[in-house]
């Protein structure tokens, strides 16, 4: 058995999966108003942003529990094909941290949809002069609720039962330069 085998043997890929809403949409020239007559600068000069539908505090509980299930996954393994690869005989306790990570992540979600209509308009309230190009930008709840999820992954990481000797000696040349 080679060293890597031995090693593949010993640990297992977690893909956290967590997909936020930003409530953010593309800033445009017609959501500017310029009272001094003056222009703004060319798009290939200058981009506008973005503009902000709610109030960015809304979503801090999603980005501080994606980053609670990195932070579970890192303190017993490393960053990985995008992942984690973490120790086999770890994997039993950090999935039951992301499965309750994705409990509170479920309660979170439903208490925002509930209440998303109200934050938007919250934020109208706020910044009643711009509330006419919120309005326009809004996103229905249905599309929010798609942009909402946390899932993970678990999967073994093996070498092929075989590989073609050609293959297998040309990436071991290419490895050793």
Known sequence: MTQTQLILDQVVLVKVDATIYGARKK??????????????????????????????????????LKKEAERICLRVGTRFLGGFIVPVAAAAQVTAELDRI????????????DGYDAAVQDWMVKHPEFAGIIEKAIDSVALVATRLTFDYLVVSVALPEQLPKVESNAWKAKSVR
């Open 102 to 113: 994705a409990g509170d992540f479920a309660q979170a979600r439903a208490e925002f949809l």
């Open 27 to 64: 800033l445009n020239k017609e959501d500017l108003v310029l009272a001094d007559g003056s222009k703004l600068p060319p798009e290939d000069l200058a981009s506008l942003g973005s503009k902000r539908l709610l109030d960015p505090d809304r979503l801090s509980v999603f980005n501080r």
